[in-house]
């Protein structure tokens, strides 16, 4: 089974700054990896499609990079709605799909 | 609009069962893989279960293979998911998702969740 890692677990963030996230599977993956939100109490919500596709209705503020192994989200100029966790999901090889544990983004 | 809605959760004793459901609107609910997600208090996602848009193909995560049941009736647009042999880290809230129909087995939408507390 491909195993996802995301760096840093947790990170503390003020309105208007760049926020980078990062995703690793443990083999390649090529660019099947999808990125979701989730804010407390709800369920998540697709932002990423190939590790750098937009979903709709997604604001271009957020954008993906990456391809094999490593990749990256990036928040351009963090809103107040975007205080939430963050979980990449590799489905290359699937089954199984398998997330990565979450990137926690609050409020410095 | 897509609508995706769980029911069933509840609280339940270890060893017991349960199954859940997710009616599905605002699509043609027989083209679209889906799959269950689950997720612990606290914690993070985990996937459960797929089905194929007709019903013929599932496949489960480990820790639930050979306990739960993925299953759908596509005349009344509806996702289920039998649980048995319930234990205590099966608690969590259940999600239903929908396939993404470019992407398989990336996720477009999702329910609202249904929480499963398996305890004594």
């Known amino acids: 089974d491909i195993q996802m890692t995301q760096s840093p677990s947790s990170l503390s963030a003020s309105v208007g700054d760049r926020v980078t996230i990062t995703c690793r599977a443990s083999?390649?993956?090529?660019?099947?990896l999808a990125w979701y939100q989730q804010k407390p109490g709800k369920a998540p919500k697709v932002l990423l499609f190939?590790?750098?596709r937009l979903a709709s209705g997604v604001p271009s503020r957020f954008s993906g990079s990456g391809s094999g192994t490593d990749f990256t989200l990036t928040i351009n100029s963090l809103q107040p709605e975007d205080f939430a966790t963050y979980y990449c999901q590799q489905y290359y090889s699937a089954p199984p799909i398998t997330f990565g544990p979450g990137t926690k983004v609050d409020i410095k | 609009q897509v609508q995706l809605v769980e029911s069933g959760g509840g609280v339940v004793q270890p060893g017991r069962s349960l199954r859940l459901s997710c009616v599905a609107s605002?699509?043609?609910?027989?083209?679209?893989?889906m799959h269950w997600v689950r997720q612990p208090p606290g914690k993070g996602l985990e996937w459960v279960a797929l089905i194929w848009p007709d019903g013929s193909t599932q496949h489960y995560g480990d820790s639930v293979k050979g306990r739960f049941t993925i299953s759908r009736e596509n005349s009344q647009r509806t996702l289920y998911l039998q649980m048995n042999s319930l234990r205590a880290e099966d608690t969590a809230v259940y999600y239903c998702a929908r396939e993404n129909q470019w992407e398989p087995n990336a996720y477009d939408f999702w329910g609202q969740g249904t929480l499963v507390t398996v305890s004594s």
């Open positions: 083999q390649g993956i090529s660019n099947s």
């Open positions: 190939e590790a750098s």
């Open positions: 605002g699509f043609t609910f027989s083209t679209y893989g």
